[in-house]
């Protein structure tokens, strides 16, 4: 079974752009979570999906948002990007209930300059 | 408000010695907890969830409600054990993280 995949792998960006950012889930699995990594805050939840509906939100302003198609693949867009916006982002996917597995894509690195 | 503590950013041992990784939590209600370990150059994965309370590559975490731990311990260290070690909470369709522990198994 091939594993979750995200796209791109690197990104540098210049302040005040955009960016979207791709995850293709393990097929069969609806749940999809977005996590920011950085070595100051560590791990910390964006948002996570579940057939094409946002269960939850971190404490993230509004210029992160994301989606989920019907196919399960899931899209995280930043809007007017900030020097503090620079992080691994990464993707997770399960199969949406609680308590279950969550399995890591290798996630993007984002560079805004 | 919901945490998950790991107060160690850093720990060494040498091999063969005994091993444990805090884990401490705040949370109303009946806690779901896992050990997510991170290996060089790899993703981040499942090591174990106190739901399943299996023994993997030799690592246990018993929860204690009264303590409110989730601490991960192994009787040996492996120099393959070397790795970055996380503890999360499951909450409302989301995982809280720990600020995870760097394990070092010395020669």
């Known amino acids: 079974k091939a594993g979750v995949t995200q796209t791109p792998r690197y990104l540098i960006k210049t302040r005040g752009q955009q960016v979207t950012l791709s995850c293709s889930p393990i097929?069969?699995?609806?749940?999809v979570s977005w996590y920011q990594q950085t070595p100051g805050q560590g791990l910390q939840f964006l948002f996570e999906y579940f057939s094409e509906t946002q269960r939850n939100k971190g404490n993230f302003p509004g210029r992160f948002s994301g989606r989920q198609f019907s196919n399960s693949r899931s899209e995280m867009n930043v809007s007017t990007l900030e020097l503090g916006d620079s992080a691994l982002y990464l993707c997770?996917?399960?199969?949406?209930?609680?308590?279950?597995?969550?399995?890591f894509g290798p996630g993007t690195r984002l560079t805004v300059l | 408000a919901q945490r998950v503590t790991q107060p160690e950013k850093l720990l060494s041992v040498f091999k063969g010695a005994p091993v444990e990784l805090k884990c401490n939590y705040s949370y109303s209600g009946s806690p779901e907890l896992f050990w997510y370990v991170q290996y060089s150059r790899q993703r981040l994965q499942l090591l174990l969830r106190h739901i399943s309370r299996e023994s993997i590559k030799g690592f246990t975490a018993d929860l204690n409600k009264g303590e409110t731990s989730f601490h991960l311990k192994k009787p040996f260290a492996q120099e393959e054990d070397s790795a970055m070690y996380y503890c999360?909470?499951?909450?409302?369709?989301?995982?809280?993280w720990g600020a995870g522990t760097k394990l070092i198994i010395k020669p």
């Open positions: 999360a909470l499951d909450s409302n369709y989301q995982l809280i």
């Open positions: 097929s069969g699995h609806r749940s």
């Open positions: 997770a996917s399960s199969l949406g209930t609680g308590g279950v597995e969550q399995f």
